[in-house]
């Protein structure tokens, strides 16, 4: 196991290196700097842009500047965020929360529903329930996520919606919050999530629930399954304990790829429903140009995607024994 | 050929998917002739937010423009995009896919490690990236973003193909005979590679439309007026409760053509790749 953590180490760091190669790569072949004629400061004076420029070492050789780069990148230093003028670790820092809370929240709804759904499908291919739940499956793994979360605020949402049940912005009240009970303020918390969560849950789910239905399908014509029949086993627990416990399997590899997907699909339900994460931030300092924070963000959800997958391995450990940890 | 044809047409999902394909493709194709006002013409403020009725089936938007023209021209730039960044990352893909595969070696590890880093980053924040620093790209430049940004994926299935086939006798048999690498390359290595990059590239034609979809509705794809789905459905965003049918309309869109394509491409799979007959 420590030998196991140890590699997914050194991988994560050269991952990190590589990342933060290509995106200071990509920053010198993009045209003009932050203080070209894209900018905020193009009505600057050229003296003020130069005096600006080199405060930020952007008049170093690039081999200079890439080293120096790399060297405050050990150092967690990831720059300054010239919008909200403080460093961009700080200001990433103060978003994470948000998207982990979403993250977790989507990939609670995205398995257990894609993995019930899957199971069922597979332990009944071939009925008209299985046939709808493809439709419906196929639909929602083609639907472009922000616009099934814009069609739950239209469902769903409070003072606007044809229901008026949940709130669609933000992710707790900002008038009167301070004033709720600390159940209260939860209840609050909870109510503003389940919106979002769903969205995002949902979009996974069908993907879940098409690879879960195939995994199920494989495993049900096996001999095992055949033998704990002929034992007169009650077909529920044929299904579960010995059918879906190595359906599994497939699922938890599915897991650990599902991160990277998860988090872009994040960026795009924080902005529907005004989530304050880290893909709201990015979306903003994208638009406002604010390269050192939309570098770091990348180089932050590398490494959240790298635990991610690292907690998968984990995991396939744990339900199969069969399977040695090796990275 | 033919009959890779014939077997692909008893596919119930790869008829229907082509179906839908080939629908849509149409109308775009002939938006010109198709769509019953032009896409960017301003009717005037007295046809601003209309509900959907005769005069404009799926209503008006913000500005009085019709949303059936707009969302026939919309399918048209998404297809467009779509076919040209998919045909681009396909082919970096696969080139990149076979050098790695067939050289080994340090060629290999080093292409490869670039690949798994550039898969850890969430694509919509890689995107975001270059979109950030590119900023106001047009068309072209979207497709090139998108396409030299997509490839990732494409370049390890071709490597695990070529890698499968490098050891094969036939390949040592052409190898004895003094056949060249371009040859090899060309004539014994790529026709493997055929078939899991026609699926990839017909389930990449979704994946890029979604994208594409995300991106101008972030307001970081195609700029206004020119109409495409995902800038129709940010421009709905504001105006969701007043005017749903201006959101509501090309998302279906979206989703009916996305379906299409992964029809197709389950379809691509079951009768190209033998293995899983």
């Keep these: 196991m420590a030998r196991f953590l140890a590699g997914r180490l050194i991988?994560?760091?050269?991952?990190?290196?590589?990342?933060?190669?290509?995106?200071?790569?990509?920053?010198?072949?993009?045209?003009?700097d932050p203080f070209s004629t894209m900018s905020d400061f193009s009505s600057a004076s050229e003296e003020f842009k130069d005096q600006a420029r080199r405060n930020l070492g952007l008049d170093q050789p690039l081999h200079t500047q890439y080293f120096k780069y790399l060297a405050n990148l050990v150092r967690g230093d990831l720059g300054m965020s010239f919008s909200e003028h403080r460093p961009v670790l700080e200001s990433i820092g103060a978003r994470i929360p948000a998207t982990i809370v979403l993250a977790a929240a989507a990939l609670l709804v995205d398995f257990l529903l894609g993995i019930f759904v899957g199971a069922h499908q597979g332990a009944h291919t071939g009925s008209k329930g299985d046939d709808a739940l493809s439709v419906l499956t196929l639909t929602l793994y083609s639907v472009p996520v922000f616009w099934l979360g814009m069609m739950f605020v239209l469902l769903f949402a409070s003072n606007v919606g044809l229901l008026g049940i949940l709130p669609a912005t933000g992710a707790k009240t900002t008038a009167m919050y301070e004033h709720l009970t600390p159940f209260g303020q939860m209840?609050?918390?909870?109510?503003?999530?389940?919106?979002?969560?769903?969205?995002?849950?949902?979009?996974?789910?069908?993907?879940?629930?098409?690879?879960?239905?195939?995994?199920?399908?494989?495993?049900?014509?096996?001999?095992?399954?055949?033998?704990?029949?002929?034992?007169?086993?009650?077909?529920?627990?044929?299904?579960?304990?010995?059918?879906?416990?190595?359906?599994?399997?497939?699922?938890?590899?599915?897991?650990?790829?599902?991160?990277?997907i998860l988090l872009s699909g994040a960026v795009l339900v924080e902005v529907v429903f005004n989530w304050p994460g880290l893909g709201r931030l990015v979306v903003d300092s994208a638009l406002a140009r604010d390269y050192n924070v939309v570098t770091g963000a990348a180089i932050v959800a590398a490494i959240m995607v790298v635990i991610g997958n690292t907690i998968a391995d984990i995991l396939y450990r744990i339900v199969d024994p069969r399977v040695r940890l090796e990275s | 050929m033919n009959s890779t044809l014939s077997v692909l047409f008893t596919n119930r999902r790869w008829r229907y998917g082509l179906a839908l394909v080939a629908l849509f493709a149409g109308l775009a194709a002939l938006a010109h002739w198709v769509a019953p006002y032009d896409p960017?013409?301003?009717?005037?403020?007295?046809?601003?937010?209309?509900?959907?009725?005769?005069?404009?089936?799926?209503?008006?938007?913000?500005?009085?423009?019709?949303?059936?023209?707009?969302?026939?021209?919309?399918?048209?730039?998404?297809?467009?995009?779509?076919?040209?960044?998919?045909?681009?990352?396909?082919?970096?893909?696969?080139?990149?896919?076979?050098?790695?595969?067939?050289?080994?070696?340090?060629?290999?590890?080093?292409?490869?490690?670039?690949?798994?880093?550039?898969?850890?980053?969430?694509?919509?924040?890689?995107?975001?990236?270059?979109?950030?620093?590119?900023?106001?790209?047009?068309v072209i430049g979207l497709v090139i973003i998108l396409g030299v940004t997509s490839w990732f994926g494409v370049s390890r299935i071709v490597r695990a193909e070529v890698m499968a086939v490098r050891e094969r006798e036939y390949m040592l048999a052409a190898r004895s005979l003094g056949v060249g690498h371009g040859r090899i390359l060309l004539h014994h290595v790529l026709p493997n590679v055929l078939a899991p990059v026609t699926v990839a590239a017909t389930l990449g034609m979704g994946q890029i439309i979604l994208i594409e979809a995300g991106l101008s509705f972030l307001g970081l794809g195609v700029q206004e007026p020119t109409a495409s789905l995902g800038r129709m459905m940010s421009a709905g965003g504001g105006e969701l409760l007043a005017a749903p049918w201006t959101t509501v309309f090309p998302g279906i869109v979206v989703i009916l053509i996305v379906i299409g394509f992964s029809l197709m491409g389950d379809g691509f799979r079951d009768t190209l790749d033998p293995r899983t007959r």
């Design chain 1, 11 to 32: 991988q994560a760091i050269a991952i990190v290196f590589v990342v933060a190669s290509l995106t200071f790569i990509l920053f010198r072949l993009a045209p003009g």
């Design chain 1, 187 to 260: 209840w609050d918390r909870i109510k503003h999530l389940i919106l979002p969560a769903m969205t995002l849950g949902l979009a996974g789910a069908a993907g879940t629930a098409r690879y879960q239905r195939a995994a199920m399908l494989e495993v049900i014509r096996q001999d095992f399954v055949r033998t704990a029949r002929a034992k007169g086993l009650r077909e529920r627990t044929v299904l579960f304990r010995h059918a879906l416990r190595n359906a599994l399997l497939p699922v938890i590899t599915l897991f650990g790829l599902s991160f990277p």
């Design chain 2, 40 to 138: 960017t013409a301003q009717l005037g403020l007295s046809e601003q937010w209309r509900p959907p009725s005769a005069a404009h089936p799926f209503g008006t938007d913000l500005y009085g423009r019709d949303v059936l023209s707009r969302v026939l021209y919309g399918a048209r730039v998404s297809l467009v995009i779509a076919v040209l960044s998919v045909f681009l990352s396909i082919s970096i893909g696969t080139s990149v896919g076979l050098a790695a595969g067939y050289c080994g070696g340090v060629v290999d590890t080093l292409t490869m490690r670039t690949v798994d880093a550039a898969l850890a980053i969430p694509r919509v924040f890689l995107l975001l990236l270059v979109l950030g620093l590119w900023y106001g790209v047009d």
